[in-house]
Every structure is written in structure tokens, then in C-alpha cells.
């Protein structure tokens, strides 16, 4: 009798764990109740738009000409020098010329009249208001007034 008492539980019980499968598979699948729903808002997908990179124009870098003028030796009033004719410049920017000073004083940076600027041997140039020039190669120049009125030109100096 025992036996089939024990027979008659395991049945019920497995009777039991077939309802209990079914009772939790069917809440599972059927709808959320109105008050344990839960309103989501639709996912946020951001998209990130990558450029290619503009490349930049290559410009070629053009040197600006350069005009150099001789460099100028360096100069005092009364010092000697080896370039004789040609205009210096002393610390001060002052503008001055090697001159043959005889036998006894050799050649030496002496004052000059400040040029008028860039000037040509040979070339046409005013007395009255051009006294000295130089070349662009750095020669000093006077300017020598013509004969009868007509222009001066510029000859070496001084």
C-alpha cells in the first residue's frame, strides 16, 4: 500500500510540475499588463561623418630678387685705406672716400660732400645741385661742369 501511495504522490507531482511549466510559459508569452508597461524612447544612433581631408594647394615659394649693393669697408675719418676712390661709411653712416693724402700721408678716409645718390662716369649730371655720386660697384664721382652753360658729367673724384 505504501507503493502505491508513493505512486499516486509522484504522479500528482509531476502533475504539478507540468501545470507550473505551462502556468509560467504561457505569462512569458502573454502580454505586459497597462501598469508595468514601460515607455522607452527609441534608441539615440549617432552618426559620425568623417571628411577626407582637402588637401592644400602646393604653392612654390619664389624668392624676391634681391639687389645688393658692394658692401661699403667700414671707415674713420683719418684711418688709412686700400681702396682708393671708393666711398666707406664711418660707425655713424657718414658717408666717406679713400684720398691719396702725398707721399708722406699715404691714403686715408677723408669727409666728402653727401652724394646725390646712384650716378654713371660719364653720364649727364647737374653742378648746382649734384656735387658727388657713386657708382654701383662703390667708385665715387664728382660731377664736372660742361663748358658754355651745357650739362656736367659725372668723372671720377675726388
Known sequence: MIWLLAAILGIVLVATAVVFAFVLADSSDA????ASTTTLPPPVT????????????????????TVEEPAAPQAAVG?????????????????L??????AGGGYKWVNIVPSSG?????????????????T??????????????????WM???
Open 97 to 102: 672716400v679713400c684720398q691719396y693724402m702725398g
Open 79 to 95: 684711418t688709412t685705406c686700400d681702396t682708393p676712390g671708393y666711398v666707406g661709411f664711418d660707425a655713424s653712416g657718414t658717408e
Open 156 to 158: 671720377d673724384g675726388p
Open 31 to 34: 502580454e505586459p499588463s497597462a
Open 118 to 134: 646712384p650716378g654713371e662716369l660719364g653720364g649727364p649730371c647737374d653742378p648746382a645741385t649734384q656735387a658727388t655720386a657713386r
Open 46 to 65: 549617432e552618426t559620425v561623418t568623417q571628411q577626407a581631408p582637402v588637401p592644400q594647394p602646393i604653392v612654390p615659394t619664389v624668392a624676391e630678387p
Open 136 to 153: 654701383s660697384d662703390g667708385r665715387a664721382l664728382l660731377c664736372s661742369p660742361g663748358p658754355n652753360g651745357e650739362p656736367g658729367i
